[in-house]
């Protein structure tokens, strides 16, 4: 996905295309040759885009950033339709302008609304040059230091707004007045037997891949060893309308292709069975390198998650299939369920939401614990809700457009990506399921099941844990000089940095409870596994993850305080 700037003036004085250029043209990451930057001149409105891929759709009256699923007449029209598929899509005739996200928000979109601007943008940054001025929302913090996410709705910046999912706003540009109109998340289980969901639901996943074309000359399908990517592998045809072969690609540590088990081994043994051609891409950082790849890392994400094992290769996975005309990769990212969680703590773990006063450790650091940051209470257990139901809406609400999003964002300034698995049409059908078949997302599971594949399913990542990165020595020198900087100060108090950098080389609890958690893993069976942990669970956040963190915060700032400085 190209990278989108929108600026629209009440007047059109002083509104130079140069300037929307300029700051387009900074967006495109140091490893690639982009491609020229557009520049659309419309009424009191400018549209800039970087590095325009040859997949963009756009039209006279509007521009999806993304991909459509099926056809759509009047995507690009005033009060049109709001569409099935993966994407942004910006519309607009003489009076007025509208902003789309589709049905869970895969893609963010910032805006910035006052007197005179209306601005919006895939970036941040983006908006922050345009305005020349950066003001730092402080109510990011406990959640970047959590969650590595910069939290529910919230920016960098304390002026942005995150378009929400499955909105569109529109600005009329004549009473310089903006309205959003939200369709909102409600699960309402159907009346049908199991066996007439489980056929109901592979017949949509058979409709949606149908439905969406793809040039496998310019399309990868991204294979990994679990069930997502290989549901879609199961429904995709082998070739295209004009003959090109399907392809995939798996990335991850060198040597982990060669380790049973693990997601870059299964894959290739994926691709063997079916006959299709693959390609294994190596992320291992050389030493020296960490501190060029993280920053490129923010460059390319803006800090919006802390992710960065499988960027540890610097993007060279992305720059090489950019530079190879690749246009997009296939995901299998999904909805069709979720674990059962042992505790309220762990749901909201793995989801991103959780704050200080979830930690036992935190708690003793009187810093965090001034932050008067709730969970909103959107995302709080409904009344009639089962804890099936919350933790499936959890999902759709806060996983997909925060936490999954931000992963997208890393990626879209080199090539689109489609997610077919979250298209409106099954996603709706998902919501009308019964608890139990979306549980440990059995339903999805057993139409995988029926696909015959006779490779085993992966048990391990291919990508390095993030705890292993932060321990590396090289990346603790980082540390330290970072949170012992002037800088870091002016962030955060120096009792907590002095007191994180006591701890950041000490080994903590976590370490301790991990290892216990894998001596448990392979031997005890599930059941007893979650009474056990639930019995013994102390929950404590990692010191040098938090440490990590700390860091991300002060290089983002960093970051976006400069970019106000550059002459555009």
């Not at 690639?32 to 549209?47: G, R, S």
């Not at 590095?51 to 006279?60: D, G, I, R, T």
Request: hydrophobic share 35%.
């Amino acid at each position: 996905m190209s990278k989108l700037l929108i600026v629209c003036k009440r007047d059109d004085k002083d509104f130079k295309s140069e300037k929307i250029k300029e700051i387009c043209d900074s967006l495109n990451p140091d490893n690639i040759n982009p491609n020229l930057t557009e520049v659309l001149n419309l009424k009191q409105t400018k549209l800039g885009i970087s590095n325009p891929l040859s997949n963009l759709k756009l039209s006279e009256n509007g521009i999806v950033l993304g991909k459509l699923f099926g056809e759509e007449k009047n995507w690009d029209q005033i009060n049109g339709s709001h569409p099935d598929g993966n994407y942004v899509i910006v519309r607009w005739n003489h009076s007025n302008l509208e902003l789309l996200s589709d049905i869970l928000g895969t893609r963010a979109l910032w805006y910035y609304f006052d007197e005179q601007h209306f601005i919006a943008s895939t970036s941040q940054k983006a908006i922050v040059q345009y305005l020349g001025d950066f003001q730092f929302n402080e109510s990011v913090i406990p959640w970047v230091l959590c969650n590595g996410l910069l939290g529910p709705g919230h920016s960098w910046d304390k002026r942005f707004k995150l378009l929400d999912l499955n909105a569109i706003l529109n600005l009329d540009k004549e009473l310089w007045k903006i309205t959003i109109h939200k369709e909102d998340i409600h699960f309402k289980p159907n009346q049908l037997s199991d066996s007439e969901n489980i056929n109901q639901l592979e017949k949509k996943l058979k409709e949606t891949l149908k439905d969406i074309e793809f040039d496998y000359k310019e399309w990868y399908l991204t294979l990994s060893g679990g069930y997502d990517s290989r549901g879609i592998l199961g429904y995709l045809n082998r070739y295209d309308s004009r003959g090109n072969q399907l392809k995939s690609i798996t990335w991850g540590l060198k040597d982990r292709v060669k380790e049973k088990g693990n997601d870059a081994y299964v894959a290739n043994k994926l691709a063997q069975q079916e006959e299709i051609s693959h390609t294994y891409f190596a992320t291992d950082s050389t030493l020296g390198d960490f501190e060029k790849n993280f920053e490129r890392f923010l460059e390319n994400g803006e800090g919006r998650i802390d992710h960065l094992g499988g960027y540890m290769d610097g993007f060279n996975i992305w720059s090489t299939l950019f530079e190879n005309k690749i246009s997009g990769v296939i995901r299998g990212d999904e909805v069709f369920g979720s674990y059962n969680f042992i505790s309220d703590y762990h749901l909201k773990k793995f989801m991103g939401l959780t704050l200080p006063s979830d930690y036992t450790n935190l708690k003793e650091l009187s810093y965090l614990n001034d932050f008067s940051e709730k969970l909103p209470k959107e995302y709080e257990k409904l009344p009639y809700e089962s804890e099936a139901v919350w933790r499936d809406r959890l999902y759709q609400s806060y996983l997909v457009p925060i936490f999954l999003s931000a992963l997208t964002d890393l990626k879209s300034s080199y090539v689109e990506q489609v997610n077919p698995l979250l298209s409106k049409r099954l996603i709706y059908f998902i919501r009308e399921m019964p608890d139990h078949l979306r549980t440990e997302k059995k339903a999805f599971k057993k139409i995988v099941k029926s696909l015959n594949f006779q490779v085993p399913f992966a048990k391990k990542p291919a990508i390095d844990s993030i705890q292993n990165i932060f321990r590396e020595k090289e990346v603790l020198v980082l540390l330290n000089k970072e949170l012992s900087s002037n800088f870091a100060k002016t962030i955060f108090p120096d009792s907590f940095l002095n007191e994180m950098l006591l701890k950041i080389n000490k080994k903590n609890k976590t370490d301790s409870k991990k290892s216990f958690l894998t001596l448990i893993k392979n031997f005890v069976p599930k059941k007893i596994k979650k009474i056990i942990l639930k019995e013994t669970f102390n929950s404590t956040l990692d010191y040098n993850l938090l440490a990590f963190r700390i860091f991300l915060i002060c290089r983002m700032v960093k970051l976006l305080q400069k970019s106000t400085k550059d002459e555009y």
